[in-house]
């Protein structure tokens, strides 16, 4: 009998067989070594996370949190996620409407199986975060992109938009702010989205992992046009330094969440109890939290966008919001995956391909601003000589 895999295998594999991480890991294990290398290429800032979420969490355990947990999460954790939404968008939201789930991507992938299957048709908004085509296509739907043009400072296209949805769209996913782009989606951008997700009966879904660390703590909401039709995810991963903890959640209509809870007890079967006591410890300190985090990343954005100014080959693009930059590498003669081969094999700085987010930033790379300030500088100094080493 022939061993065979899952039509899924494919679905999920990486756009052209090529792992847009290996550069990065390449570089972990160069350091590792002790070469002197600097580290661009991923949104984890070396930033402890806050003590009293630490204590909390060794408190549990130590209180014997260690069983099963209610599948939705438990009911305080939901009140503050709901809290939480009601503060940045204005709408009513209750623990009915509140999912915990094992982080954004988490949530991201089971939104993707509730609300599409084979035939269905998902719309995204080009660039996107390198994990969206895997988990869009993991429902069996087909991937729609729109532009979101670098000419147009990576504001998505309303009229492309429009004319992508067909008679099987179902969803439309997206990000604000944006990785890689860092662009807050404006209240222009919002109504016309909206609009088109009004008239035509789709759901959207909102990936907000890093509205915590936008200006004001939030960004214009969807959910608040669209209450029934707007899915929101997103966790406390980059806004209290807790990527490893594997933390967010799921917003949405109570009849959308029922279905969630039986695809998380699937799944899942609940998050830990003593994880769930360290993010209601996390979201008592948000405000401060968030101010602190949005004022580390507003300076480190600061300090890489003067070092990486005029520099005549590579153009890098001011990010609204988040941890990360574009930098534009076409006037190099270098595509992305060259220019981006060629910097950590001369001057051993590791940034992401651009091309990875989408075709619309093939020949930009994304370097991540969450780093110390002069590490941000010498790594400007080293892309700028290896820019200059290029001509052009």
């Known amino acids: 009998m022939k061993r065979r895999f899952a039509p899924i295998v494919d679905w999920i594999a990486h756009e052209g067989g090529v792992d847009p991480w290996a550069i990065h890991w390449e570089a972990r294990q160069a350091k590792d070594k002790g070469e002197d290398v600097i580290i661009l290429s991923v949104g984890d800032p070396p930033i402890d996370t806050p003590v009293p979420v630490v204590d909390r969490a060794v408190a549990a355990l130590r209180g014997g949190d260690t069983h ?4 939705l999460g438990k009911t305080p954790l939901r009140e503050r996620i709901a809290a939480v939404h009601v503060a940045r968008t204005g709408m009513s939201c209750s623990a009915d409407n509140v999912a915990v789930l094992a982080g954004t991507q988490n949530g991201l992938f089971v939104a993707s199986l509730c609300l599409a299957s084979h035939g269905d048709e998902i719309i995204t908004i080009d660039p996107m975060y390198t994990t969206y085509p895997a988990s869009i296509q993991a429902s069996g739907a087909k991937l729609v992109r729109v532009p979101a ?10 009229k492309a938009l429009e004319a992508a949805v067909t008679s099987r769209t179902r969803a439309i996913f997206l990000a604000t702010p944006s990785n890689p782009s860092g662009v807050v989606l404006s209240e222009k951008d919002c109504d016309g989205i909206a609009d088109i997700a009004r008239r035509h009966g789709l759901w959207i ?5 890093y509205a915590g660390i936008a200006d004001g703590n939030r960004v214009p909401s969807l959910a608040a ?3 029934n039709q707007v899915v929101t995810v997103g966790s406390l991963s980059k806004s209290h330094a807790m990527t490893g903890w594997r933390v967010g959640w799921l ?15 699937c799944m899942l079967y609940g998050i830990p109890g003593f994880i769930q006591e360290a993010a209601i410890a996390a979201l008592d300190l948000r405000e401060d939290t968030e101010r602190s985090m949005h004022e580390y990343c507003r300076v480190r954005r600061d300090v890489l966008y003067r070092a990486l100014a005029d520099i005549p080959t590579v153009t890098p693009h001011w990010p609204d919001a988040g941890m990360f930059m574009l930098l534009d590498v076409r006037k190099t003669g270098l595509g992305s995956a060259g220019f981006l081969r060629g910097l950590f094999e001369s001057e051993k700085v590791s940034l992401l391909d651009g091309a990875a987010f989408g075709r619309e930033t093939d020949g930009f790379v ?3 601003f969450a780093a110390e300030p002069a590490e941000l500088e010498e790594a400007g100094r080293r892309i700028r000589r290896y820019a200059a080493s290029l001509g052009g």
């Open 68 to 71: 099963y947990t209610e599948i």
């Open 149 to 158: 043009h670098a000419s147009a400072g990576f504001h998505p296209d309303l």
């Open 205 to 209: 879904v909102s990936d907000e992992v």
């Open 225 to 227: 046009r669209l209450p």
């Open 251 to 265: 917003i949405g209509p109570p009849d959308l969440v029922k279905l969630v809870e039986e695809l998380a007890l």
């Open 366 to 368: 994304r370097a991540c």
